[in-house]
């Protein structure tokens, strides 16, 4: 695996969300499991099961179905996922498509704080990409090594407009986003969202403390929300799936 840097001037430069002239960018599906009091774990930040096996199946689905999944280096922290792909039938598919077997995964991780050891980078065939900003500092290609391909883009923190372009040029059609909150709320303050499906699971959690799907310093002024369009609403085991179409998208 390998480094590299963003090219500059691909697509639109980053501007208001909403603007007439879309990104070269993919479609972006956001997919968070949340309690019926609208947190996705408890107020330790201890992994909460919320979802049960029918709408698992349906993640597994909408992940063998996307270019490459994407989470936060909070998730990656506080959850270890592996982000592959479960079910071996929808692996063997993607393969007679002509597809790695799990989609390409990405860690957005400014400091570069990702654990060598993390599953993310051991667990299932496939390329990882690792999402740093300058101040991961010059040694951080080397410390990924074979493990997965480093990509600088932004100064302090990761740019995610050009990223996302990076992403694009490298095939990335269909991304699916997995979490954690500071980075959904980071993808929608700067409209690069596009479906957000939310499971609302049958349980309370509480805490005002709690993470919810999307965290951040949150939007101020009417003119900041971020406004949905419901597509459609179904009973999922002992909860709702709500699928959800983001009106001012860039």
């Not at 407009?161 to 954690?180: C, H, N, Q, S």
Request: net charge neutral; glycine share 14%.
């Amino acid at each position: 695996m390998g480094s590299g840097n963003p090219r500059r001037g691909r697509g639109k430069k980053e501007g208001e969300r909403g603007s007439s002239v879309p990104l070269r960018r993919p479609y972006v599906i956001v997919n968070m499991a949340m309690s019926a009091d609208g947190k996705i774990s408890s107020v330790g930040r201890r992994q909460v099961r919320i979802s049960g096996v029918d709408d698992r199946l349906r993640v597994d689905e909408l992940k063998a179905g996307s270019d490459a999944v994407m989470v936060g280096i909070g998730t990656v922290l506080a959850d270890n996922p592996s982000l592959t792909v479960k079910s071996g039938d929808l692996q063997r598919e993607r393969v007679l498509a002509g597809k790695a077997e799990n989609p390409v995964r990405v860690i957005i991780d400014s400091l570069g704080r990702t654990p060598l050891s993390a599953d993310i980078l051991h667990k299932g065939s496939g390329e990882r990409i690792i999402a740093v900003s300058e101040k991961a500092g010059k040694d951080a290609p080397e410390r990924y090594g074979g493990l997965a391909t480093v990509l600088v883009a932004g100064e302090d923190e990761v740019d995610l407009p050009l990223f996302m372009a990076d992403l694009f040029d490298r095939g990335i059609g269909r991304l699916l986003v997995e979490g954690g909150g500071t980075l959904i709320a980071s993808l929608f303050a700067r409209g690069l969202v596009d479906e957000f499906f939310t499971f609302v699971g049958n349980l309370i959690i509480g805490g005002k403390d709690a993470p919810t799907p999307v965290d951040g310093r949150g939007f101020l002024d009417d003119n900041e929300f971020v406004t949905l369009s419901l597509m459609d609403v179904r009973e999922v085991g002992e909860g709702v799936l709500l699928q959800w179409l983001v009106k001012n998208r860039r």
